[in-house]
């Protein structure tokens, strides 16, 4: 079964980075991409770009360019998402999800809290 | 960038009821490549409905998509007390992807 398994929360200070994880199994990673979305607490779900997984092309959302960095490692079915400049309004949970193309997000991981506080 | 609006905002229901979402976007919706979530509290959101009106695997059939353009609506028939919760629209026809900001359904 498709599984997306993100690593544990994180506390950070401000203007520190962060990256978050997702290792993914159960389907040829190459075949899909992978989003990233963040849901500030009590907030709703916002939109941070994808990357493919099949060559490691990326879109960012405008307002994250320059600090927002997607990769992924083929070897180990694992994608990445660090953010640098890490700003108080930053503390969100983290959602990775599998890109469907035609289908929108269809397998989500579990969520990420990264906390930044000084 | 799309923008998509889903009202109302909170939507008071007693199960068994029907529950009619909306999410209007601000231009079309590309190959109407619209989708909905479900989320619950603590938990990631689950898709329900892709292509505006195709269920996502394991989706029961009490969940409809419907719409085209720029107007799409989510119907639930018949409330299951599992069916309350926030959802979301999303497109993916054109970059950036957008989610509405959600509706809540809740119990009456």
């Known amino acids: 079964q498709v599984q997306l398994v993100q690593s544990g929360a994180e506390v950070k200070k401000p203007g520190a980075s962060v990256k978050v994880s997702c290792k993914a199994s159960g389907y040829t990673f190459t075949s899909h991409g992978i989003s990233w979305v963040r849901q500030a607490p009590g907030q709703g779900l916002e939109y941070m770009g994808w990357?493919?997984?099949?060559?490691?092309?990326?879109n960012y959302v405008q307002k994250l360019q320059g600090r927002v960095t997607m990769t992924t490692d083929t070897s180990t079915s694992t994608a990445y998402m660090e953010l640098r400049s890490l700003k108080s309004d930053d503390t969100a949970v983290y959602y990775c999800?599998?890109?469907?193309?035609?289908?929108?997000?269809?397998?989500w991981g579990q969520g990420t809290l990264v906390t930044v506080s000084s | 960038e799309i923008v998509l609006t889903q009202s109302p905002g909170t939507l008071s229901l007693s199960p068994g009821e029907r529950a009619t979402l909306s999410c209007r976007a601000s231009?079309?919706?590309?190959?109407?490549?619209l989708a909905w979530y479900q989320q619950k509290p603590g938990q990631a959101p689950r898709l329900l409905i892709y292509g505006a009106s195709s269920r996502a695997t394991g989706i029961p059939d009490r969940f409809s998509g419907s719409g085209s353009g720029t107007d799409f609506t989510l119907t639930i028939n018949r409330l299951e007390p599992e069916d309350f919760a926030v959802y979301y629209c999303?497109?993916?026809?054109?970059?950036?992807?957008?989610f509405g900001q959600g509706t809540k359904v809740e119990i009456k």
């Open positions: 231009q079309s919706v590309s190959s109407s490549y």
């Open positions: 990357i493919s997984a099949y060559n490691g092309n990326t």
């Open positions: 999800a599998r890109v469907a193309y035609t289908s929108g997000f269809d397998y």
């Open positions: 999303q497109q993916y026809g054109s970059s950036p992807w957008t």
